[in-house]
């Protein structure tokens, strides 16, 4: 079946540090959509991603679709408290099934 | 607009136990979810509709079951509860209108298996 990973699976920054995490799927794509898991709470809907090689921007947070569909980045330009959470990848077949990424837990220092 | 509710939050089980987790969406979406969570871990789904009356598995579904009887709902079962269903459930929903629409998520039942 399809996997998707993410790396790192933690990282800790101090404030204002930036921060990458990356996502690869076993399988092409039709799309891949971002989400943020605050400590505590539930998932929260970032972006989606469609086209091969697209880029998006909100505000500091930078997403990025590979060229061949099988995988993505986020990141994150200064580092705020704020961004504190879990951030999941989820690969999209076309398939009705979504495929969470493992997540990577953003910690960071005041 | 409630979006998607999950009762009940928090449960304890013990092992062999029978329990039903509900779903309930009123934004007339047609796919919905059930994820489990596990601490420090992704979600993995357990099983998914379509549709009203259609189920399908997902990564992991032994150990539960699901129907989905009327379209705003969508209901977990657990038939024998075991101590590594331990965990937290959230359900989800998204809508038809094309295949690039966001999951919107429950707050999440919390159940402790012992």
């Known amino acids: 079946g399809q996997q998707v990973m993410q790396i790192p699976q933690y990282q800790h920054v101090q404030e204002g540090e930036d921060f990458t995490t990356y996502c690869n799927s076993s399988?092409?794509?039709?799309?891949i959509q971002w989400y943020k898991q605050r400590p505590g709470g539930h998932p929260v809907f970032l972006i989606q991603?469609?086209?091969?090689?697209e880029v998006k921007k909100q505000k500091r947070l930078t997403f990025q679709f590979g060229e061949a569909k099988k995988n993505s980045s986020l990141h994150i330009t200064a580092t705020q408290t704020t961004d504190v959470g879990t951030y999941f990848c989820v690969g999209d077949t076309g398939r009705r099934a979504l495929t969470f990424g493992s997540g990577t837990r953003l910690q960071v220092q005041p | 607009n409630a979006g998607v509710t999950q009762t009940p939050k928090f449960r304890v089980l013990k092992t062999g136990q029978s329990m039903t987790l509900l779903c309930a969406q009123d934004?007339?979406?047609?796919?919905m979810y059930w994820y489990r969570q596990d601490p420090g871990m992704g979600l993995r789904l357990i099983h998914y509709?379509?549709?009203?009356?259609?189920?399908a598995k997902g990564e992991v579904p032994d150990g539960y079951n699901v129907s989905r009887l009327k379209k705003q709902n969508f209901l977990l079962g657990l038939e024998s509860a075991a101590p590594s269903q331990t965990s937290v459930y959230f359900c989800a929903s998204r809508p038809l209108v094309s295949y690039n629409s966001p999951l919107h998520f429950g707050n999440g039942t919390r159940l402790t298996v012992t």
């Open positions: 509709s379509v549709g009203e009356g259609t189920t």
């Open positions: 399988t092409t794509l039709s799309n």
């Open positions: 991603l469609v086209k091969s090689g």
């Open positions: 934004m007339n979406h047609e796919y």
